[in-house]
């Protein structure tokens, strides 16, 4: 059985404006960018990202992945969605998880990919949806997958409509029909109501997988860029009873620039983990809240329940 191949194009984003951006210094970049003056963009985004503004953030990620104004970096890219995306930006989500399904790191990618699509983004819609095909990471459902390629292909995607014409030829018309069936639910499901939620994926086993996984999209060559060594952010702990056994994950929870909501938060959640202590990590002007430890990233994603957002991350 073959694997379906990403195309780059489905990854790729267009820069969006900001709808009421407050912080002047985001609009005038926006307005750089479009006048083609990207080093002015950047350099205008970059003060207001730094000082927590998530519009800028994601404006600087699309900078670095495009590599307009600044040398081409997904990694870079990947670090701007990321502080936007826990801010609860909602491009930044979308952007966020193609990074990092694009940098590797698929598991990480998953919920974030999952978000999106419950927001009908087509690009998540393709790639979630070829995951579910190859069974990359979650186990194989090709009926869920022909679903979510099917809408993602319905709003103009190329890559998507060619994943589809692959998946005719391995899939039964009743497998075909059945998908189409589950695809026309999620359409009306989304009209009623955006930001539906999808059922849970169901994880791959760890048995060795039986087709090669998707190609990663191919990405412009990162320009290496020396930069100083970045100090290990202090950790404040506090503790709880019966502590679990640690296989190096954790569970984030949130990100704030107030710690003030950061222990708000956990005092609102706590009572969902028993035997977890939690870590109110400092990282630039940001508090994030991590729970843990956990023994494995399944027995992580497991202990979620109807906490949102929760993303295992490794240590």
């Known amino acids: 059985m073959k694997s379906l191949w990403l195309a780059a194009a489905a990854l790729a984003a267009l820069l969006a404006t900001p709808a009421l951006a407050q912080d002047a210094s985001v609009k005038a970049g926006v307005d750089a960018w479009d006048k083609g003056d990207y080093k002015g963009a950047v350099d205008l985004w970059r003060a207001s990202a730094n000082k927590g503004n998530a519009d800028a953030q994601f404006n600087l990620g699309q900078a670095y992945k495009l590599g307009r104004g600044v040398p ?20 930044a989500e979308a952007s966020y998880g193609l990074a990092l399904f694009a940098n590797g790191k698929r598991s990480e990618a998953l919920t974030w990919l999952q978000r999106a699509v419950q927001r009908g983004d087509p690009r998540a819609q393709y790639v979630l949806g070829t995951m579910y095909f190859n069974g990359d990471v979650v186990a194989k459902d090709w009926v869920r997958a022909y679903a979510l390629v099917t809408r993602s ?20 018309l009743a497998e075909r029909q059945q998908g189409l069936t589950l695809a026309r639910k999620y ?5 009623r109501a955006p930001n539906i939620d999808l059922p849970p994926p169901q994880m791959a086993s760890n048995d060795p997988p039986v087709t090669a996984a998707p190609r990663p999209a191919p990405r412009p060559t990162p320009v290496a860029v020396t930069r100083p060594p970045v100090a290990k952010p202090p950790v404040t702990t506090v503790a709880v009873a019966t502590p679990a056994r640690d296989g190096g994950w954790r569970l984030q929870l949130g990100a704030f620039g107030d710690p003030n909501n950061a222990r708000k938060l956990w005092g609102q959640v706590g009572s969902r983990f028993p035997g977890r202590q939690v870590y109110y990590v400092k990282q630039g002007n940001l508090t994030r809240v991590l729970v843990g430890p956990f023994a494995s990233r399944g027995e992580a994603a497991g202990s979620c329940g109807g906490v949102s957002p929760c993303v295992p991350v490794s240590k």
């Open 187 to 191: 359409e009306e499901e989304f009209n």
């Open 72 to 91: 081409a970096d997904l990694k870079q890219a990947e670090v701007w969605y990321g502080k936007a995306a826990w801010q609860g930006h909602e491009q």
């Open 153 to 172: 292909s319905q709003t103009g995607l190329n890559e998507a409509s060619s994943a589809l014409a692959q998946m005719d030829k391995y899939m039964s």
